[in-house]
């Protein structure tokens, strides 16, 4: 049902975006923009063809490292050893989002790690986007070492709080995620469930950041508006069907 919704959202926005646009037979897709978001609309943040809307984290277009095929994001990390350097990275949104729902499908390979990483400040003082941003864990559970670590499994607000129940799907199956912030309130929702709830910037969430990997990153969870970003943990990561809706 998730991904129908989501299509629907993707092809919607693209009529009206081929009926707005000044009709020419010389107009390609390479063309097509990402529409600003606005409020209590769903709206695409990938086109399906292009980066547009995406760039590399730190500055710069995307890494040669990302794809583009069946209307999806992938990490080419099957051909590492030939990437130049700055192939690779995290990409980040262009626009920041303050209160927001976010959906997208992800698809990691056998041992694979990545992350969702959102409220990220670009700046920099910050080389890293989890310098800033919280990140849901994108993984392998089965077969990635990072999953005998508790609250470093699918789904979890990564190194912060463990999801209330395992909700991940076989690898090399598709995976249904959303994230939403509103006024402080966090929720991680994994294929339908919710798996995260938190209240931010509390003193409870000051004691968690602190007793955590993230204590000595005095930016980290520090930003009430940021960047969504993708990661590049080095492994072959899918993502699909990426919208958002400001609250």
Known sequence: MMRVDYL????????????????SEETSTEEIVVAETTAGEWTPLFDGQTFNGWSKYGGGEVGKGWKIENGEFYLDATNKENWQDGDGGDIVTNEEFENFHFKTEWK?????????????????????????????QVLDNDGHPDAKIISHRAGDLYDLIVSSEETVKPVGEWNQAEVIVNQGKLDLILNGVTVVSTTLWTPE???????????????????????????????????????????
């Open 108 to 136: 990691i390979s056998p041992n694979g790690n990545s992350g969702i990483i959102f409220l990220v400040h670009e700046s920099p003082e910050f080389e890293r986007t989890y310098h800033t941003g919280l990140e849901m």
């Open 8 to 23: 629907s959202v993707v092809a919607a926005a693209g009529l009206l975006l081929a009926c707005s646009a000044p009709k």
């Open 205 to 247: 969430w000051e004691a968690l950041v602190a007793d955590s990997k993230f204590k000595d990153m005095p930016g980290f969870g520090k930003y009430k508006k940021g960047k969504i970003a993708l990661q590049d943990h080095g492994d072959v990561v899918h993502y699909r069907n990426l919208v958002i809706k400001k609250l």
